[in-house]
């Protein structure tokens, strides 16, 4: 089972970019879904971004054009670059991964956009 470790969190103010990281603990050159989600306080949890080894990602409404979520195979890794934030951003990021069946999550990264 891969362990999944998020970094990249922290206080931002609005406009400003974070880029968010997950790393990986074996390889990711196999799985084919990975993800990003986050939960606010009070709120479920969403998907923000997916991507698809091959490159194929999609975007969650509030997010898109904002937000770009990549993976190097390579590092295995997972990002999600993250401009023009506003406070409505604020929120615990987590990574995802589907493989075979299994799910796994990392233990979360907190992001509070505020000026």
């Known amino acids: 089972q891969v362990q999944l470790v998020e970094s990249g969190g922290g206080l931002v103010q609005p406009g400003g970019s974070l880029r968010l990281s997950c790393s990986a603990s074996?390889?990711?050159?196999?799985?084919?879904?990975m993800a990003w989600h986050r939960q606010a306080p009070g709120k479920e949890r969403e998907l923000v971004a997916r991507?698809?080894?091959?490159?194929?990602?999609f975007y969650g409404d509030s997010v898109k054009g904002r937000f770009t979520i990549s993976r190097d195979n390579a590092k295995n890794t997972l990002y999600l670059q993250m401009n023009s934030l506003k406070p409505e951003d604020t929120a615990v990021y987590y990574c995802?991964?589907?493989?075979?069946?299994?799910?796994?999550w990392g233990q979360g990264t907190q992001v509070t956009v505020s000026s």
């Open positions: 991507i698809i080894n091959g490159g194929s990602s």
């Open positions: 074996g390889s990711i050159s196999n799985i084919g879904y």
């Open positions: 995802n991964t589907i493989h075979l069946g299994v799910v796994n």
